[in-house]
Protein backbone atom coordinates (compact mmCIF):
# COMPACT_ATOMS: atom_id res chain seq x y z
CA UNK A 1 0.00 0.00 0.00
CA UNK A 2 1.31 3.58 -0.98
CA UNK A 3 -0.63 6.15 0.52
CA UNK A 4 1.11 9.19 -0.93
CA UNK A 5 0.47 7.77 -4.51
CA UNK A 6 -3.33 8.48 -3.58
CA UNK A 7 -2.38 12.31 -2.71
CA UNK A 8 -0.66 12.12 -6.68
CA UNK A 9 -3.61 10.86 -7.59
CA UNK A 10 -6.46 13.22 -6.36
CA UNK A 11 -3.96 16.53 -6.97
CA UNK A 12 -5.85 18.03 -9.75
CA UNK A 13 -9.45 17.00 -7.87
CA UNK A 14 -11.05 19.57 -5.65
CA UNK A 15 -9.54 19.28 -2.06
CA UNK A 16 -12.61 17.66 -0.60
CA UNK A 17 -11.91 14.49 -2.36
CA UNK A 18 -9.08 14.14 -0.99
CA UNK A 19 -10.55 14.31 2.44
CA UNK A 20 -13.57 11.98 1.53
CA UNK A 21 -10.47 9.34 0.09
CA UNK A 22 -8.85 9.75 3.71
CA UNK A 23 -12.13 9.11 5.46
CA UNK A 24 -12.73 6.30 3.04
CA UNK A 25 -9.55 4.38 4.36
CA UNK A 26 -8.79 5.06 7.81
CA UNK A 27 -12.30 6.38 9.20
CA UNK A 28 -14.34 3.35 6.84
CA UNK A 29 -11.68 1.31 6.98
CA UNK A 30 -12.53 0.26 3.35
CA UNK A 31 -10.18 -2.35 2.00
CA UNK A 32 -11.25 -2.27 -1.50
CA UNK A 33 -11.91 1.37 -3.55
CA UNK A 34 -14.96 0.14 -5.00
CA UNK A 35 -16.65 0.68 -1.32
CA UNK A 36 -15.54 4.09 -1.63
CA UNK A 37 -19.03 5.23 -2.89
CA UNK A 38 -18.15 8.55 -2.25
CA UNK A 39 -15.73 9.26 -5.12
CA UNK A 40 -16.66 8.93 -8.43
CA UNK A 41 -16.32 5.78 -10.04
CA UNK A 42 -13.62 6.77 -13.09
CA UNK A 43 -11.12 8.19 -9.64
CA UNK A 44 -12.81 4.82 -7.35
CA UNK A 45 -11.37 2.76 -10.88
CA UNK A 46 -7.58 5.15 -10.94
CA UNK A 47 -7.05 4.42 -7.48
CA UNK A 48 -7.75 0.55 -7.29
CA UNK A 49 -5.26 0.43 -10.10
CA UNK A 50 -2.63 2.53 -8.83
CA UNK A 51 -3.00 2.70 -5.23
CA UNK A 52 -4.18 -0.26 -3.93
CA UNK A 53 -5.26 -0.96 -0.37
CA UNK A 54 -3.93 -4.08 0.95
CA UNK A 55 -1.26 -4.13 3.32
CA UNK A 56 1.72 -6.68 2.84
CA UNK A 57 2.20 -7.88 6.61
CA UNK A 58 3.04 -11.41 8.68
CA UNK A 59 0.97 -11.75 11.79
CA UNK A 60 2.66 -13.09 14.77
CA UNK A 61 0.52 -13.90 17.77
CA UNK A 62 1.42 -14.88 21.48
CA UNK A 63 0.31 -17.40 23.25
CA UNK A 64 -2.04 -16.06 25.51
CA UNK A 65 -3.32 -14.03 22.22
CA UNK A 66 -2.59 -10.69 23.99
CA UNK A 67 0.01 -9.76 22.13
CA UNK A 68 0.17 -9.40 18.24
CA UNK A 69 3.27 -8.50 15.91
CA UNK A 70 2.86 -7.15 12.72
CA UNK A 71 5.88 -7.13 10.33
CA UNK A 72 5.52 -4.87 7.77
CA UNK A 73 7.37 -5.01 4.34
CA UNK A 74 7.92 -1.98 2.52
CA UNK A 75 8.15 -0.82 -0.78
CA UNK A 76 11.71 -0.99 -1.03
CA UNK A 77 11.88 -4.02 1.39
CA UNK A 78 13.17 -3.20 4.47
CA UNK A 79 10.69 -4.33 7.00
CA UNK A 80 9.35 -2.67 10.38
CA UNK A 81 7.18 -4.56 13.33
CA UNK A 82 3.77 -2.71 15.13
CA UNK A 83 2.34 -4.21 18.34
CA UNK A 84 -1.42 -4.83 19.64
CA UNK A 85 -1.41 -5.55 23.28
CA UNK A 86 -5.08 -5.73 24.28
CA UNK A 87 -5.15 -5.70 28.38
CA UNK A 88 -7.72 -6.95 30.41
CA UNK A 89 -9.18 -3.96 31.37
CA UNK A 90 -10.49 -4.03 27.61
CA UNK A 91 -7.50 -1.15 26.47
CA UNK A 92 -6.27 -1.79 22.80
CA UNK A 93 -3.01 -0.67 22.78
CA UNK A 94 -1.15 -0.20 19.54
CA UNK A 95 2.55 0.71 19.65
CA UNK A 96 4.05 2.18 16.56
CA UNK A 97 8.03 2.65 14.80
CA UNK A 98 8.73 5.61 13.16
CA UNK A 99 11.84 4.70 12.04
CA UNK A 100 13.46 1.99 10.05
CA UNK A 101 15.84 0.70 12.69
CA UNK A 102 17.36 3.31 15.37
CA UNK A 103 20.44 5.49 15.37
CA UNK A 104 20.76 6.05 19.42
CA UNK A 105 22.27 2.27 19.90
CA UNK A 106 21.20 2.12 23.40
CA UNK A 107 23.15 -0.83 24.94
CA UNK A 108 20.03 -3.03 26.37
CA UNK A 109 17.85 -2.97 22.96
CA UNK A 110 18.03 -4.73 19.94
CA UNK A 111 16.54 -2.26 17.48
CA UNK A 112 19.87 0.22 17.82
CA UNK A 113 21.95 -2.93 17.72
CA UNK A 114 20.43 -2.93 13.59
CA UNK A 115 21.45 0.26 13.16
CA UNK A 116 19.68 2.83 11.57
CA UNK A 117 18.21 2.26 8.28
CA UNK A 118 16.06 5.26 7.34
CA UNK A 119 12.89 7.27 8.78
CA UNK A 120 9.49 5.85 7.97
CA UNK A 121 7.28 8.29 5.77
CA UNK A 122 3.78 9.43 7.31
CA UNK A 123 2.08 7.17 5.26
CA UNK A 124 4.31 4.50 6.28
CA UNK A 125 3.19 4.98 9.90
CA UNK A 126 -0.21 5.75 8.97
CA UNK A 127 -0.48 2.35 7.71
CA UNK A 128 0.64 0.31 11.00
CA UNK A 129 -2.53 2.13 12.93
CA UNK A 130 -4.47 1.40 9.72
CA UNK A 131 -3.67 -2.75 9.99
CA UNK A 132 -4.70 -2.92 13.52
CA UNK A 133 -7.68 -0.57 13.27
CA UNK A 134 -8.97 -3.22 10.00
CA UNK A 135 -7.82 -6.13 12.52
CA UNK A 136 -10.11 -5.02 15.63
CA UNK A 137 -12.70 -3.70 13.56
CA UNK A 138 -13.36 -7.21 12.27
CA UNK A 139 -14.09 -8.45 15.96
CA UNK A 140 -15.95 -5.04 16.50
CA UNK A 141 -13.07 -3.38 18.42
CA UNK A 142 -11.31 -0.52 18.21
CA UNK A 143 -7.97 1.00 18.83
CA UNK A 144 -7.79 2.97 22.13
CA UNK A 145 -4.29 3.57 22.63
CA UNK A 146 -1.19 5.03 20.46
CA UNK A 147 2.20 5.07 21.89
CA UNK A 148 5.58 5.65 19.46
CA UNK A 149 7.30 3.51 21.48
CA UNK A 150 8.20 0.52 18.52
CA UNK A 151 11.46 1.02 16.44
CA UNK A 152 13.44 4.21 16.12
CA UNK A 153 13.26 7.58 17.96
CA UNK A 154 10.13 9.66 16.91
CA UNK A 155 11.79 13.27 17.98
CA UNK A 156 14.68 12.53 15.11
CA UNK A 157 11.71 12.03 12.67
CA UNK A 158 8.96 14.60 13.78
CA UNK A 159 7.70 16.10 10.72
CA UNK A 160 6.79 12.75 9.66
CA UNK A 161 5.45 11.97 12.91
CA UNK A 162 3.73 14.89 13.35
CA UNK A 163 1.73 14.23 9.83
CA UNK A 164 1.22 10.47 11.30
CA UNK A 165 -0.55 12.00 14.41
CA UNK A 166 -2.67 14.45 12.65
CA UNK A 167 -4.26 11.68 11.02
CA UNK A 168 -4.52 9.38 14.10
CA UNK A 169 -6.24 12.29 15.84
CA UNK A 170 -8.49 13.64 12.88
CA UNK A 171 -12.42 12.62 13.82
CA UNK A 172 -12.09 12.04 9.56
CA UNK A 173 -9.43 9.40 9.72
CA UNK A 174 -8.34 7.24 12.97
CA UNK A 175 -10.00 9.82 15.72
CA UNK A 176 -8.20 8.72 18.67
CA UNK A 177 -8.14 11.25 21.10
CA UNK A 178 -4.95 13.44 21.86
CA UNK A 179 -4.60 12.12 25.15
CA UNK A 180 -4.52 8.54 24.38
CA UNK A 181 -1.52 9.21 22.53
CA UNK A 182 2.25 9.22 23.74
CA UNK A 183 5.39 9.76 22.13
CA UNK A 184 8.42 7.91 23.90
CA UNK A 185 12.38 9.61 23.80
CA UNK A 186 15.49 8.79 24.68
CA UNK A 187 15.76 12.85 25.26
CA UNK A 188 15.53 14.64 22.08
CA UNK A 189 15.07 18.33 24.13
CA UNK A 190 13.79 19.55 20.52
CA UNK A 191 11.54 17.26 20.23
CA UNK A 192 10.39 18.15 23.45
CA UNK A 193 9.47 21.41 23.12
CA UNK A 194 7.56 20.58 19.42
CA UNK A 195 5.27 18.51 21.31
CA UNK A 196 4.76 21.33 23.98
CA UNK A 197 4.21 23.69 20.89
CA UNK A 198 2.20 21.26 18.72
CA UNK A 199 0.12 18.67 20.69
CA UNK A 200 0.02 19.78 24.38
CA UNK A 201 -2.63 17.00 24.93
CA UNK A 202 -0.24 14.83 24.02
CA UNK A 203 1.63 12.58 26.93
CA UNK A 204 5.21 12.50 26.59
CA UNK A 205 7.45 9.41 28.06
CA UNK A 206 11.00 9.70 28.31
CA UNK A 207 13.25 7.05 28.90
CA UNK A 208 15.50 7.56 31.81
CA UNK A 209 17.24 4.26 32.97
CA UNK A 210 20.03 5.52 35.14
CA UNK A 211 19.92 8.21 37.82
CA UNK A 212 22.85 9.74 36.93
CA UNK A 213 24.84 10.95 33.53
CA UNK A 214 27.59 8.76 34.24
CA UNK A 215 25.86 5.44 34.15
CA UNK A 216 23.47 7.11 31.43
CA UNK A 217 25.76 7.91 29.39
CA UNK A 218 27.46 4.25 29.05
CA UNK A 219 23.80 2.77 28.35
CA UNK A 220 22.70 5.47 26.25
CA UNK A 221 25.49 7.00 23.64
CA UNK A 222 22.57 9.91 23.35
CA UNK A 223 23.08 11.18 26.89
CA UNK A 224 26.47 12.98 25.54
CA UNK A 225 24.64 15.19 23.63
CA UNK A 226 21.62 15.62 25.79
CA UNK A 227 22.53 15.10 29.74
CA UNK A 228 20.43 14.98 32.25
CA UNK A 229 20.20 18.53 33.17
CA UNK A 230 19.32 19.65 30.04
CA UNK A 231 16.70 17.00 29.70
CA UNK A 232 14.85 17.75 32.96
CA UNK A 233 15.07 21.40 31.73
CA UNK A 234 13.04 20.60 28.63
CA UNK A 235 10.71 18.31 30.92
CA UNK A 236 10.12 21.18 33.15
CA UNK A 237 9.31 23.70 30.06
CA UNK A 238 6.77 20.99 28.74
CA UNK A 239 5.02 20.80 32.08
CA UNK A 240 5.25 24.68 32.50
CA UNK A 241 3.60 24.91 29.16
CA UNK A 242 1.23 21.79 29.29
CA UNK A 243 0.68 21.20 33.07
CA UNK A 244 0.46 17.32 32.02
CA UNK A 245 2.04 14.99 33.89
CA UNK A 246 5.56 13.10 32.28
CA UNK A 247 6.45 9.80 32.51
CA UNK A 248 9.99 8.29 33.03
CA UNK A 249 10.48 4.87 31.77
CA UNK A 250 13.33 2.63 33.94
CA UNK A 251 14.50 -1.02 32.45
CA UNK A 252 15.35 -2.87 35.58
CA UNK A 253 18.90 -4.05 34.55
CA UNK A 254 20.05 -6.84 36.78
CA UNK A 255 23.43 -5.33 39.25
CA UNK A 256 23.71 -2.06 36.61
CA UNK A 257 20.92 0.30 37.87
CA UNK A 258 18.68 -1.58 40.18
CA UNK A 259 20.54 -0.82 43.84
CA UNK A 260 18.63 0.77 46.52
CA UNK A 261 21.02 3.41 46.66
CA UNK A 262 20.36 4.16 43.21
CA UNK A 263 16.36 4.04 44.04
CA UNK A 264 17.31 6.69 46.26
CA UNK A 265 18.76 9.02 43.76
CA UNK A 266 16.26 8.48 41.35
CA UNK A 267 14.10 9.40 43.96
CA UNK A 268 15.53 12.61 44.74
CA UNK A 269 15.69 13.39 41.01
CA UNK A 270 12.11 12.62 40.54
CA UNK A 271 10.23 14.74 43.32
CA UNK A 272 8.07 16.41 41.71
CA UNK A 273 4.32 16.18 41.75
CA UNK A 274 3.61 15.95 38.17
CA UNK A 275 6.35 13.17 37.39
CA UNK A 276 5.87 9.80 37.27
CA UNK A 277 7.84 6.21 37.06
CA UNK A 278 7.04 3.25 34.82
CA UNK A 279 9.42 0.44 36.25
CA UNK A 280 10.19 -2.12 33.09
CA UNK A 281 11.33 -5.59 33.33
CA UNK A 282 14.81 -6.02 31.13
CA UNK A 283 13.59 -8.34 28.12
CA UNK A 284 16.57 -10.14 27.86
CA UNK A 285 18.44 -9.78 24.29
CA UNK A 286 21.90 -10.33 25.18
CA UNK A 287 24.52 -7.92 27.24
CA UNK A 288 22.59 -7.70 30.67
CA UNK A 289 20.69 -9.89 32.92
CA UNK A 290 16.89 -9.00 34.02
CA UNK A 291 16.72 -7.78 38.18
CA UNK A 292 14.60 -10.93 39.89
CA UNK A 293 11.18 -9.56 40.70
CA UNK A 294 11.58 -9.61 44.69
CA UNK A 295 14.09 -6.89 43.58
CA UNK A 296 11.99 -5.02 41.56
CA UNK A 297 9.68 -5.06 44.33
CA UNK A 298 11.95 -3.68 47.07
CA UNK A 299 12.96 -0.84 44.30
CA UNK A 300 9.73 -0.06 43.74
CA UNK A 301 9.01 0.40 47.37
CA UNK A 302 11.96 2.61 48.10
CA UNK A 303 10.10 5.35 45.69
CA UNK A 304 6.80 5.14 46.80
CA UNK A 305 7.56 5.45 50.28
CA UNK A 306 9.85 8.31 48.92
CA UNK A 307 6.22 9.78 47.48
CA UNK A 308 6.97 9.33 43.67
CA UNK A 309 3.84 7.51 41.58
CA UNK A 310 5.40 4.39 40.90
CA UNK A 311 3.75 1.92 37.85
CA UNK A 312 5.53 -0.80 36.85
CA UNK A 313 4.75 -2.28 32.86
CA UNK A 314 2.97 -5.43 32.09
CA UNK A 315 5.31 -7.36 29.83
CA UNK A 316 3.71 -8.35 26.76
CA UNK A 317 4.92 -10.83 24.18
CA UNK A 318 8.18 -11.89 24.75
CA UNK A 319 7.18 -15.40 23.08
CA UNK A 320 7.18 -13.43 19.89
CA UNK A 321 9.80 -11.03 20.52
CA UNK A 322 7.04 -8.59 20.75
CA UNK A 323 8.18 -6.74 23.93
CA UNK A 324 10.33 -3.37 24.82
CA UNK A 325 13.50 -3.58 23.06
CA UNK A 326 13.13 -6.68 20.89
CA UNK A 327 11.93 -5.12 17.77
CA UNK A 328 14.21 -5.81 14.92
CA UNK A 329 12.02 -6.30 11.77
CA UNK A 330 14.08 -9.45 11.08
CA UNK A 331 12.45 -12.97 9.68
CA UNK A 332 11.68 -14.39 12.98
CA UNK A 333 10.45 -17.61 11.35
CA UNK A 334 12.79 -20.48 12.71
N1 LIG B 1 13.49 5.84 21.07
C1 LIG B 1 12.36 6.07 21.93
C2 LIG B 1 11.19 5.18 21.60
C3 LIG B 1 11.40 3.71 21.91
S1 LIG B 1 10.42 3.32 23.27
C4 LIG B 1 12.78 5.95 23.37
O1 LIG B 1 13.94 5.61 23.61
O2 LIG B 1 12.02 6.26 24.26
C5 LIG B 1 10.97 1.75 23.71
C6 LIG B 1 11.17 1.65 25.21
O3 LIG B 1 11.63 0.33 25.54
C7 LIG B 1 12.23 2.62 25.66
O4 LIG B 1 11.93 3.10 26.93
C8 LIG B 1 13.43 1.69 25.72
O5 LIG B 1 14.44 2.22 26.49
C9 LIG B 1 12.82 0.42 26.28
N2 LIG B 1 13.67 -0.76 26.03
C10 LIG B 1 14.64 -0.91 25.12
N3 LIG B 1 15.20 -2.13 25.21
C11 LIG B 1 14.57 -2.77 26.19
C12 LIG B 1 14.67 -4.09 26.73
N4 LIG B 1 15.56 -4.96 26.26
N5 LIG B 1 13.84 -4.42 27.73
C13 LIG B 1 12.92 -3.54 28.19
N6 LIG B 1 12.76 -2.30 27.71
C14 LIG B 1 13.57 -1.92 26.72
Request: proline fraction near 4%; charge should be neutral.
Amino acid sequence: MNLEKIETILKNEPDFRLKQARKAVFHDLITDWSEATTLPKNIREKLQKEAPLDIDAEIFSSKDGRTIKVRLVLEDGLAIETVLMKHTDRRNTVCVSSQVGCPLRCLFCVTGEMGFKRDLNASEIAEQVLFFARHLGKQNEKISNIVFMGMGEPFLNWENVKEAIKLINDDNCFGIGARKISVSTAGITEGIEKLADEFPQINLAISLHAPDDKLRGELMPVNKKYPLPKVFQAVDDYIEKTNRKVMFEYVMLKGVNDSEKQARELARLLKYPLYMINLIAYNPNGGFEPTPAEKIKKFKDILENAGIFTTQRYRFGTDIEAACGQLAGKDIRR
